[in-house]
């Protein structure tokens, strides 16, 4: 019902920035919150970032706070995700996910739809 496909991964040096995007499609009105995730080679799937699709409402890692900003633009039905001051621990591929329901916005069991995947590299 939601297609979701995000852009904008690749390599950066620590320190460095990066901006990640993530286009939905479909039945997007149904969407209630879309978030970041992300999962690093042999660590298990992590939240990141959230944000209330019609409210703008955020929540984030304490992992990201202060440096990682998420926004979106409803009307475009784009989901960003602002990386800065990138560390080698932020590694990972990032998901960007969207829910038709009301619970926890960090849990992924929440989320309904996932997009494919983008691969972030932050070398030190």
């Known amino acids: 019902q939601v297609q979701l496909v995000e852009s904008g991964g690749g390599l950066v040096q620590a320190g460095g920035s990066l901006r990640l995007s993530c286009a939905a499609s479909g039945r997007t009105f149904s969407i209630s919150t879309v978030g970041w995730f992300r999962q690093a080679p042999g660590k298990e799937r992590e939240f990141v970032a959230a944000i209330s699709w019609s409210g703008g409402n955020t929540r984030y890692a304490d992992s990201v706070k202060g440096r990682f900003t998420i926004s979106r633009d409803s009307a475009k039905n784009w989901l960003y995700l602002q990386m800065n001051s990138l560390k080698p621990e932020d590694t990972a591929v990032y998901y960007c996910?969207?829910?038709?329901?009301?619970?926890?916005?960090?849990?992924?069991?929440?989320?309904?739809?996932w997009g494919q995947g983008t691969q972030v590299t932050v070398s030190s």
């Open positions: 996910a969207a829910t038709r329901g009301y619970g926890s916005m960090s849990s992924p069991r929440n989320y309904d739809y």
